[in-house]
């Protein structure tokens, strides 16, 4: 009998395994004030050298874009940073919010943003959050892997991308 019992609940106790082995994929996405966006596309662009650091935006937008970096929907939401790195591709690191008036490598300005709903038919149109704190991780700059987290307008909000 305590055999039968002693199978029984070993039964049982393998069978309730959780399945936290499998590996699951971060999704594209970002999460701002509880609402969920999935990001479709990163842009970053070069806009040249500041001093000692180099000027990047990226652009991790919920609507494919055409050629021109114009998104394909009319109505879009996106995570806007205005970044400087070391060089003039953004580098594996973590970059962190200044608002200083002088640009530094590894660091996004107050001109970073989320926005929220715009339609890009109607001129000022969507919810503009400008970022006040936070950070974004480049985790690999050859596939564009990001990770950030921060404030922005008096609302968390933190992503992830993965791609091209």
Known sequence: ???????????????CNSDDDTKSEKANQFTINGETYPIKTAIVEYYGAIGDAYNLTINLTTTPVNDNNIPVDKVVSYVFFEAFSD?????????HFSNATQVSAYTFTQYSQVV????IEIENSGNYLYIKNGEFNILNNTSFEISFTGTA???EF???YKGD
């Open 158 to 160: 933190s992503g992830y």
């Open 1 to 15: 009998m305590q055999f039968t019992c002693a199978l029984c609940f070993g039964v049982l106790f393998i069978s």
């Open 153 to 155: 307008g008096e609302k």
């Open 87 to 95: 060089s003039n591709t953004l580098e594996n690191g973590t970059y």
């Open 116 to 119: 929220v709903d715009r339609n």
